[in-house]
């Protein structure tokens, strides 16, 4: 199966910015859909965007506006640009894709954003 790699983690303060890349191990024409997904300590994961084939990005409400993603099949990776971090944003986020109903993490990057 395809693995995925994040990176780009980092501490930032608040109002800054970080980009963040999902790099597949293999080809990602076969996934229709990536997903960028966040976990702060003590909470749940939560969804924060997703990307399908085409281009086309879905983003929870809490990061419309300010965050985007896009995705890059040729180079098979995901970015997700995030502007105007504030503290909630402090988290672990993981890349994903589900497959023939098995569900596929990568290791995560670790954001954190100082107030």
């Known amino acids: 199966q395809v693995q995925l790699v994040e990176s780009g983690g980092d501490l930032v303060q608040a109002g800054g910015s970080l980009r963040l890349s999902c790099a597949a191990s293999?080809?990602?024409?076969?996934?229709?859909?990536i997903a960028w997904y966040r976990q702060a300590p003590g909470q749940q994961r939560e969804l924060v965007a997703t990307?399908?084939?085409?281009?086309?990005?879905n983003l929870a409400d809490f990061v419309r506006g300010r965050f985007t993603v896009s995705r890059d099949n040729a180079k098979r990776i995901v970015n997700l640009q995030m502007n105007s971090l504030q503290s909630a944003a402090t988290a672990t986020y993981y890349c994903?894709?589900?497959?023939?109903?098995?569900?596929?993490w990568g290791q995560g990057t670790r954001v954190t954003v100082s107030s």
């Open positions: 293999g080809s990602i024409n076969q996934i229709a859909v």
């Open positions: 990307v399908n084939r085409a281009g086309n990005v």
């Open positions: 994903h894709y589900r497959l023939s109903s098995v569900d596929y």
